[in-house]
């Protein structure tokens, strides 16, 4: 073959690949988008029991991510039962296979009804939530909805993620939040229009730091999900007893601005039932500004044990890596065995 000619026939595959590529994704966002506005018709029950079967059928086909929630409970419930908190049920999982198997079954079962809520949003009305969730912290509540405007209001990869922003929205009437960047720029458009009717203004993870910033000292409130480090640049905490990263963005944000930050988490209680909670974080005082944010981490931290012991198999988070030394053991193992 001539070297005029290799060039023609190294470009085709990758005309061909992006092609496929680009009509891959259009079957994948009509898919998405199709679904979700079927599923935002379909009533309650049918729907609770579709996520059900979603997450046996998920726990079935997903050996990696069933290993990941395994290791991460099995930490979180021996945790719990050598500190003596929590409920007796996560406890003795700790020392019972078949009760950390029936949880890891369980944060599958609540992944799919996660799955099933981002797409069934619009209909959490204000009514709806008021009606389906009980506040189990009324006092701290109250107490929120009398700060000034601008306040952190940060989430968790727990329950039912997306209600404690609606209801937010629901009282306070906006609010501003960062999102991951999804591959599908069609599936991530009709998630940012579906949102923006509710009241939820989403921002880039790119553009959130600038973004978060400026609407704060608009004296607008704002949300972040932050017991996960998902851009590699977190602060070192203790989490269940070993070290662990999570987002320096919301300490950073309230010592930075003084805006009160409060931590929310709602855990599913049954069909169409929640229970949430709201707790304030402290923000230190003295020291120097570096110590202030670290510091400030480390309040969140216990505080998102303290909401995760109510429900440790809703902890979406088990999915995927969350302690290095746990990911470190089972590299040594899998070299071992390979």
């Given at each position: 073959?001539?070297?005029?000619?290799?060039?023609?026939?190294?470009?085709?595959?990758?005309?061909?690949?992006?092609?496929?590529?680009?009509?891959?994704?259009?079957?994948?966002?009509?898919?998405?988008?199709?679904?979700?506005?079927?599923?935002?018709r379909?009533?309650e029950?049918?729907?609770?029991?579709?996520?059900?079967?979603?997450?046996?059928?998920?726990?079935?086909?997903?050996?990696?991510?069933?290993?990941?929630?395994?290791?991460?409970?099995?930490?979180?419930?021996?945790?719990?039962?050598?500190?003596?908190?929590?409920?007796?049920?996560y406890?003795?999982?700790?020392?019972?296979?078949?009760?950390?198997?029936?949880?890891?079954?369980?944060?599958?079962?609540?992944?799919?009804?996660?799955?099933?809520?981002?797409?069934?949003?619009?209909?959490?009305?204000?009514?709806?939530?008021?009606?389906?969730?009980?506040?189990?912290?009324?006092?701290?509540?109250?107490?929120?909805?009398?700060?000034?405007?601008?306040?952190?209001l940060?989430?968790?990869?727990?329950?039912?993620i997306?209600?404690?922003?609606?209801?937010?929205?629901?009282?306070?009437?906006?609010?501003?939040?960062?999102?991951?960047?999804?591959?599908?720029?069609?599936?991530?458009?009709?998630?940012?229009?579906?949102?923006?009717?509710?009241?939820?203004?989403?921002?880039?993870?790119?553009?959130?730091?600038?973004?978060?910033?400026?609407?704060?000292?608009?004296?607008?409130?704002v949300?972040?999900?932050?017991?996960r480090?998902?851009?590699?640049?977190?602060?070192?905490?203790?989490?269940?007893?070993?070290?662990?990263?999570?987002?320096?963005g919301?300490?950073?944000?309230?010592?930075?601005?003084?805006?009160?930050a409060?931590?929310?988490?709602?855990?599913?209680?049954?069909?169409?039932?929640?229970?949430?909670?709201?707790?304030?974080?402290?923000?230190?005082?003295?020291?120097?500004?570096?110590?202030?944010?670290?510091?400030?981490?480390?309040a969140?931290?216990?505080?998102?044990?303290?909401?995760?012991?109510?429900?440790?198999?809703?902890?979406?988070?088990?999915?995927?890596?969350?302690?290095?030394?746990?990911?470190?053991?089972?590299?040594?193992?899998?070299?071992?065995?390979?």
């Amino acid at each position: 073959m001539s070297p005029e000619a290799t060039p023609r026939v190294a470009r085709r595959p990758t005309r061909r690949t992006g092609l496929g590529r680009r009509v891959s994704d259009w079957l994948v966002a009509t898919f998405v988008i199709a679904g979700g506005k079927l599923i935002c018709r379909l009533p309650e029950g049918p729907l609770w029991r579709l996520g059900n079967l979603a997450g046996a059928l998920e726990y079935r086909a997903s050996p990696s991510r069933r290993d990941h929630a395994r290791r991460n409970l099995r930490r979180v419930v021996e945790w719990m039962a050598a500190n003596g908190k929590g409920a007796e049920e996560y406890r003795r999982a700790a020392a019972d296979p078949k009760a950390l198997e029936a949880l890891v079954r369980s944060a599958f079962r609540h992944h799919a009804h996660y799955s099933l809520e981002l797409a069934w949003a619009p209909r959490f009305t204000a009514e709806f939530v008021t009606e389906r969730l009980f506040v189990e912290t009324p006092r701290e509540v109250e107490a929120w909805l009398t700060e000034r405007r601008a306040l952190i209001l940060i989430g968790m990869h727990f329950g039912a993620i997306e209600l404690p922003g609606l209801y937010a929205v629901h009282r306070l009437g906006s609010i501003v939040t960062p999102m991951e960047t999804i591959k599908n720029a069609r599936v991530q458009r009709y998630l940012f229009s579906t949102r923006a009717t509710i009241g939820v203004h989403i921002v880039t993870l790119e553009e959130a730091g600038l973004e978060l910033l400026a609407a704060i000292r608009r004296n607008e409130p704002v949300g972040l999900v932050a017991d996960r480090d998902l851009g590699g640049g977190g602060l070192d905490v203790e989490l269940f007893g070993a070290m662990t990263k999570i987002p320096a963005g919301p300490a950073f944000l309230a010592v930075e601005t003084g805006a009160p930050a409060y931590i929310s988490a709602v855990r599913r209680a049954g069909p169409g039932r929640y229970r949430g909670s709201l707790r304030q974080v402290p923000i230190p005082e003295g020291a120097n500004r570096r110590e202030r944010i670290r510091a400030m981490a480390r309040a969140e931290a216990r505080l998102f044990e303290d909401f995760i012991l109510e429900a440790p198999e809703q902890w979406l988070a088990l999915f995927h890596p969350i302690w290095p030394d746990l990911e470190q053991t089972q590299m040594r193992e899998n070299g071992k065995t390979a």
